[in-house]
């Protein structure tokens, strides 16, 4: 089946804390990104691979980081969490001009 | 720049048809995309214009104008199962997608 997985689902860290959300997808999409949604605030990116080792910024990046080492993996990385990033997060991939898949989403509380 | 403008909320009526709208002022404006998003749920495609006009599929169309800045997506015969957020996503260049915030439809019976 094809799918974008993403874990945990759930997560309930302190400020701090590093922490990876992983992102995987079995479609052989080249594009990849990273968005985080909030009440009033729509869905924002963050960060975007167009392919292996080419990462940008979305509109949001401040606080994070990402890789892609692998087609399949785009993990987010959040160094030291702090509870404006508690949020729900959402990995998406697409090929070409094509629409977006999204993963369930990972929602992360800071405290 | 990017703004994208849609109502908050809705509320229709099981069988009915509704119209959701959206305004955008996109650079490099390279298309529009309609999302559903059930609460707590991943969004998932409805519909794609990059051209002017209407675009159907089944229950669900989608309009665009390029000129006005304009799209609306049209649900007919309603669901139950259609209450959910719909998100307009106007696209920049060939990977850029900006989100709305997003319309929260209900539908009564």
């Known amino acids: 089946e094809a799918q974008v997985t993403q874990n945990p689902r759930y997560l309930i860290t302190v400020t701090g804390k590093k922490l990876t959300v992983t992102c995987s997808q079995n479609?052989?999409?080249?594009?990849m990104s990273w968005y985080r949604q909030d009440p009033g605030l729509g869905l924002r990116q963050i960060y975007y691979?167009?392919?292996?080792?080419?990462?940008d910024k979305g509109d949001v990046p401040e606080g994070y980081k990402v890789s892609r080492k692998e087609k399949r993996n785009f993990p987010l990385i959040l160094e030291s969490p702090s509870p404006n990033q508690t949020s729900l997060y959402f990995c998406?991939?697409?090929?070409?001009?094509?629409?977006?898949?999204f993963g369930p989403g990972t929602r992360l509380t800071v405290t | 720049g990017q703004n994208i403008d849609q109502p908050t909320e809705m509320t229709a009526t099981e069988g009915a048809i509704v119209q959701i709208n959206c305004t955008y002022q996109?650079?490099?404006?390279?298309?529009l995309f309609w999302y559903q998003q059930h609460a707590g749920e991943a969004p998932t495609f409805l519909s794609y214009?990059?051209?002017?006009g209407l675009e159907e599929k089944g229950r669900f169309s989608s309009f665009l104008s390029r000129s006005k800045g304009y799209s609306y997506l049209l649900l007919k015969e309603l669901q139950m199962k259609d209450s959910a957020s719909y998100l307009c996503?106007?696209?920049?260049?060939?990977?850029?997608?900006?989100f709305g915030t997003g319309t929260r439809l209900t539908v009564i019976p």
């Open positions: 998406a991939s697409k090929t070409g001009g094509d629409e977006q898949y």
């Open positions: 479609m052989n999409h080249e594009y």
């Open positions: 691979s167009m392919n292996v080792e080419v990462t």
């Open positions: 996109t650079s490099g404006f390279n298309g």
């Open positions: 214009n990059v051209l002017d």
């Open positions: 996503a106007p696209r920049a260049g060939a990977n850029n997608l900006f």
